[in-house]
């Protein structure tokens, strides 16, 4: 596997820990519109990883559907990933509008989104998980940071 897919898995791995470690806060700490956002850029990046193991170009995007639709053309089981809404979640919520706040709810259903993308992407013949790709030296323990 190249070094640049291997980059996007870890950045995507690190999403999806930001993403759960804001879902274990209590309800009242937990930001959700950062579990939202942290749970599209992972699968965003898990997609982009895919097609750069391809070598398919894609253009700057953050259109999760869109992304999926490349994947599908090499892997036809890509049709079958459930992403939701998540590509709501890429830019709009991140500044100020009229757009509510995610609710705990929402935010729940986003990280369920992030993974089962993420155990699809365990059964993918074609791709490592995002999980198994960051060395474990890199954390401190499973979903916490590193403080140094």
């Known amino acids: 596997m190249s070094d640049e897919v ?3 898995l870890r950045k995507a791995r690190e999403d999806l820990m930001v993403a ?12 959700t519109a950062a579990v939202c ?4 850029q992972f699968v965003e990046k898990v997609f ?19 992304l999926k639709e490349l994947c599908a053309q ?12 998540l590509s709501f979640y890429a830019v ?3 500044y ?9 709810t929402e935010a729940a259903a986003c990280l369920a989104t992030a993974e089962s993308v993420l155990q699809w992407s365990e059964n993918s013949p074609s791709l490592s998980s995002p ?18």
């Open 6 to 8: 291997i980059q996007w």
């Open 20 to 31: 759960r470690h804001e879902m274990a806060l209590p309800d009242e700490e937990t930001v």
């Open 37 to 40: 956002f942290h749970c599209q």
């Open 48 to 66: 982009k990883a895919f097609l750069v193991l391809h070598g398919v170009a894609f253009p700057r995007t953050h259109n999760i559907e869109y």
């Open 74 to 85: 090499v892997d036809p089981e890509f049709a079958l990933v459930d992403v939701q809404n």
């Open 92 to 94: 709009e919520i991140r």
């Open 96 to 104: 100020p509008g009229d757009y509510p706040t995610p609710t705990l």
């Open 131 to 148: 999980c198994e790709v960051v060395p474990p030296s890199t954390l401190l323990e499973e979903g916490t940071f590193r403080k140094d």
